[in-house]
């Protein structure tokens, strides 16, 4: 699979090189995987939720966390923000989506099923820094591996749990 950033779209030179990657794995065959990144730049003007979306439509998987979906679908930021609606609604552009939700865990739609929700693994926190990456780490090594949606989700905030127990957000072993 290839993992985007959303980091990669909001500059015009990195964006060019993200894109012609989006195509070559198209064109290969190849899954997307797609973080937004940030919604404070997929809300800037010169991104914009529209843009965004339409140049990451059709990645298998898309992980905003929750104010990344609001901004991605025009809803009410948090906390009045339904992480279930938000996760419905981007899988109009993806084939699945998760949304993160930090230590409330994580919801995950994909096509006409209901959304379900997976439960933040427990965890002593030392360091939140990188835990939406191994969250994505996680959920990838599962999913690649032939796991369900759901299961790839309870793996992804297993990976998660043992990133924040530890400084600098690694999981360890």
Same mark, same amino acid.
């Given at each position: 699979? @290839?993992? !985007?950033? =959303?980091?990669?779209?909001?500059?015009?030179? $990195?964006?060019?090189?993200?894109?012609?990657?989006?195509?070559?794995?198209?064109?290969?065959? *190849?899954?997307?995987? *797609?973080?937004? +990144?940030?919604? %404070?730049?997929?809300?800037?003007?010169?991104?914009? $939720? %529209?843009?965004?979306?339409?140049?990451?439509?059709?990645? %298998?998987?898309?992980?905003?966390?929750?104010?990344?979906?609001?901004?991605?679908? +025009?809803?009410? @930021?948090? $906390?009045?923000?339904?992480?279930?609606? @938000?996760?419905?609604?981007?899988?109009?552009?993806?084939?699945?989506? *998760?949304?993160? @939700?930090?230590?409330?865990?994580?919801?995950?739609?994909? +096509?006409?099923?209901?959304?379900?929700? *997976?439960?933040?693994?427990?965890?002593?926190?030392?360091?939140?820094?990188?835990?939406?990456?191994?969250?994505?780490?996680?959920?990838? %090594?599962?999913?690649? =591996?032939?796991?369900?949606?759901?299961?790839?989700?309870?793996?992804?905030?297993?990976?998660?749990?043992?990133?924040?127990?530890?400084?600098?957000? !690694?999981? +360890?072993?």
């Amino acid at each position: 699979t @290839l993992f !985007r950033s =959303g980091y990669s779209f909001f500059e015009p030179g $990195p964006r060019a090189v993200a894109r012609g990657l989006l195509a070559e794995a198209a064109r290969r065959g *190849v899954p997307v995987t *797609v973080d937004p +990144g940030s919604a %404070a730049f997929l809300a800037a003007p010169s991104t914009g $939720p %529209a843009a965004f979306l339409g140049w990451t439509r059709g990645a %298998a998987v898309s992980f905003p966390n929750v104010d990344e979906a609001a901004v991605l679908t +025009g809803a009410d @930021l948090p $906390p009045a923000a339904d992480p279930a609606a @938000l996760a419905a609604a981007v899988t109009g552009y993806y084939g699945a989506v *998760v949304v993160k @939700l930090g230590a409330a865990g994580a919801v995950y739609a994909a +096509g006409d099923t209901p959304p379900g929700r *997976v439960a933040a693994a427990p965890a002593v926190v030392r360091d939140t820094t990188g835990a939406g990456d191994a969250f994505c780490a996680g959920f990838l %090594a599962a999913w690649l =591996g032939g796991a369900p949606l759901a299961a790839a989700c309870g793996a992804a905030a297993e990976t998660a749990a043992r990133a924040v127990a530890s400084l600098g957000g !690694r999981p +360890g072993p």
